[in-house]
């Protein structure tokens, strides 16, 4: 069965400083993995997505994902964390219908 | 929001009546879908249509139907409301389906089921 799995429910990161939030799957096969973020009130919307190639997907407001097949991991990082970057994260896995992890919030301290 | 848009965006009722919810798009995507979001379980599938008249279930198909009588609509039908369908509903529409494309989701419908 597919399942996918953000182990926090909650990251708090400094202005200015890396973030990290976590994924991990469990799915046979090679499936295609999906990063999207949600602001309050609002729908998700799209961030990054791996398909094949490259480890390291580079997706929209500066955010990057970094693949680990061995670990089947998907974690999306950040080099500098804004303000702005505040909300809640979600991780989706499949190969036809997407399956999403339960979220992410991030909050980052001003 | 991609061009989707849903009604009603909030909405209250009681248990035991019927509810419609509807999605309407201008992208003239092929691919439509009806999420819910719940607390503690990210978004879940629903239903989804890959056209006209063609829909099929998702993982929490059931106290729900779905109708796409048109390229630009998608109607959520609750037959008879239930307390555990209080939720928030999101529609996404896709040019293709899941890994090949992405999916673009509308502002969401907030239901409250008393």
């Known amino acids: 069965a597919q399942s996918v799995a953000q182990p926090e429910d909650q990251v708090n990161v400094a202005e200015g400083n890396p973030l990290t939030v976590k994924c991990t799957y469990s799915?046979?096969?090679?499936?295609?993995l999906f990063w999207y973020v949600q602001y309050p009130n609002r729908g998700l919307q799209f961030l990054l997505k791996?398909?094949?190639?490259?480890?390291l997907v580079k997706g929209s407001y500066g955010f990057e994902a970094e693949f680990n097949k061995s670990q089947t991991s998907f974690h999306l990082k950040k080099p500098s964390a804004l303000v702005s970057d505040s909300a809640l994260y979600f991780c989706?896995?499949?190969?036809?219908?997407?399956?999403f992890g339960t979220g992410t919030r991030l909050t980052v301290i001003p | 929001d991609a061009g989707i848009t849903q009604s009603p965006r909030h909405k209250v009722t009681e248990t035991g009546t019927p509810v419609t919810l509807r999605c309407h798009q201008t992208?003239?995507?092929?691919?439509m879908y009806w999420y819910r979001q719940d607390p503690g379980h990210g978004l879940r599938l629903i239903h989804y249509?890959?056209?006209?008249?063609?829909?099929d279930k998702g993982e929490v198909s059931d106290g729900y139907s779905v109708s796409r009588s048109k390229t630009e609509d998608f109607l959520l039908t609750l037959e008879s409301a239930t307390s555990s369908q209080t939720s928030v509903y999101f529609c996404?529409?896709?040019?293709?389906?899941?890994?090949?494309?992405?999916?673009?989701f509308g502002p969401g419908t907030r239901l409250t089921v008393l």
């Open positions: 799915v046979s096969g090679n499936p295609y």
């Open positions: 989706a896995v499949g190969f036809d219908n997407l399956f």
């Open positions: 996404a529409i896709s040019e293709d389906r899941g890994q090949l494309d992405t999916q673009y």
């Open positions: 249509s890959y056209g006209v008249k063609d829909t």
């Open positions: 791996y398909i094949t190639g490259d480890n």
């Open positions: 992208e003239n995507h092929r691919y």
